[in-house]
């Protein structure tokens, strides 16, 4: 096609014109990508595998909890795996040392039909010998026991290849940019601030938030808190006392505990056996003042009712099943809680210890007595503080 003279003027105008712009937005693109915030569940998963530590944690893009698990689950041949809610994330490989490759699914599942849909696409060559399951109270919810969050984000597209998400992304970074220009070494050195280890992820880049190898979660923010001031303080919003007295998530006042919930984990637990693998059912621990104000609340015959009926389902086919929702009933202070919700992983791994204690007469953990010692040892090392574990002093 032939252009006038003007046209050509015009058309280089509006390219200078617009040069500007382009370069703007192909720096965000490169920010966003330089950033690890955009980059592929595979690609963290084929890092993660390395022998150094990276750790993933997104910001302003969803982190794909249920897929990028998925993918490890797949990738690892694990002995031991972890499954349940966030409240499990605190468990981390160092507590089993070499005698058993363990993967920390927690966030993969968030309900009972979760439970069902995950057993029933685990393939024969990834299943573990032995799951540890968090269960938590509300997972028996009518308004919960159906929901289908895992099998949901399997068939959606990843976030790496939407456009908005660079788009997001772009524009959180160039606002940090505004406001500390310093900001781009951080990007461009891609280091957690909390153990200098390599991070992938706006989030894991800011505060040392993120997922380790072993699928554990690493709360920087709150580590650093700790570190300042161990004193304990519910840094959930809203604190779980508050949730409790007013009938805020997961304590709504309209729960309902479901019979439906009970048989359900009973067919996973039942799939489970057949399949030759060993299910110790755990309820994870709250804070005392938590515990005390969700017993004291609308919601004490809920919790009531989870207490008296999912031991027995447990029992039922040869597990274990231990309770920890009363954190004093185990000689635990709050400076072992992060919040409300969540342990610390000291406040993890000395609850782990009560789980050897209990099963070392038996045949789950072949090396029991070896795993409880080595624990003790870091646990009574001077170096370990309620909010983390010295897992050097395993060395010596």
């Not at 003279?5 to 920010?31: C, E, N, Q, S, Y």
């Not at 490890?72 to 031991?80: G, L, S, Y």
């Not at 057993?119 to 032995?130: F, G, M, N, T």
């Not at 070896?370 to 003790?376: D, E, F, K, P, Q």
């Amino acid at each position: 096609m032939q252009y006038t003279v003007d046209i050509r003027a015009f058309l280089k105008t509006m390219a200078l014109f617009f040069a500007p712009v382009f370069a703007l937005v192909g720096f965000g693109i490169f920010l966003a990508i330089a950033s690890g915030e955009v980059t592929t569940l595979q690609s963290v998963v084929d890092k993660q595998a390395r022998p150094e530590e990276y750790l993933f944690a997104r910001r302003v893009v969803s982190e794909e909890t249920a897929k990028y698990k998925y993918f490890n689950v797949q990738q690892q041949d694990v002995d031991v795996l972890a499954l349940g809610s966030s409240r499990v994330l605190e468990l981390r490989q160092e507590v089993f040392g070499g005698a058993y490759i363990f993967y920390n699914a927690g966030n993969m599942l968030i309900s009972l039909r979760d439970l069902i849909d995950f057993i029933d696409i685990l393939k024969e060559e990834d299943a573990p010998d032995i799951i540890i399951l968090g269960v938590d109270m509300w997972w028996f919810d009518s308004s919960r026991i159906e929901t289908r969050a895992f099998a949901r984000e399997h068939v959606r597209g990843e976030e790496a290849y939407n456009w908005r998400s660079y788009l997001y992304a772009s524009r959180h970074l160039f606002t940090a940019l505004l406001k500390d220009p310093s900001y781009v070494a951080a990007v461009f050195t891609r280091k957690d601030p909390l153990t200098n280890n390599h991070a992938i992820g706006i989030a894991a880049i800011e505060n040392g938030d993120g997922f380790r190898r072993d699928g554990s979660r690493q709360y920087g923010t709150y580590v650093r808190m700790m570190r300042e001031d161990p004193s304990y303080v519910d840094r959930e919003t809203n604190p779980v006392v508050e949730r409790a007295e007013n009938g805020y998530p997961p304590f709504e006042l309209e729960s309902s505990f479901d019979e439906r919930g009970v048989a359900l984990l009973d067919e996973f637990l039942e799939k489970a056996q057949k399949r030759g693998i060993t299910v110790i059912g755990v309820a994870g621990p709250f804070a005392s003042d938590a515990y005390q104000a969700i017993i004291h609340s609308h919601y004490a015959p809920f919790a009531s009712a989870f207490s008296e009926q999912i031991p027995p389902v447990f029992t039922k086919r040869g597990f274990p099943f231990f309770d920890f929702s009363d954190i004093s009933a185990w000689g635990l202070e709050d400076t072992y809680m992060l919040d409300g919700f969540h342990a610390t992983e000291t406040g993890i791994s000395i609850l782990f210890t009560h789980i050897l204690d209990a099963l070392c007469s038996g045949d789950i953990f072949e090396d029991c007595a070896s795993l409880r010692a080595r624990l003790t040892n870091v646990l009574e090392d001077p170096r370990t503080t309620p909010a983390e574990m010295y897992w050097e002093a395993a060395l010596d």
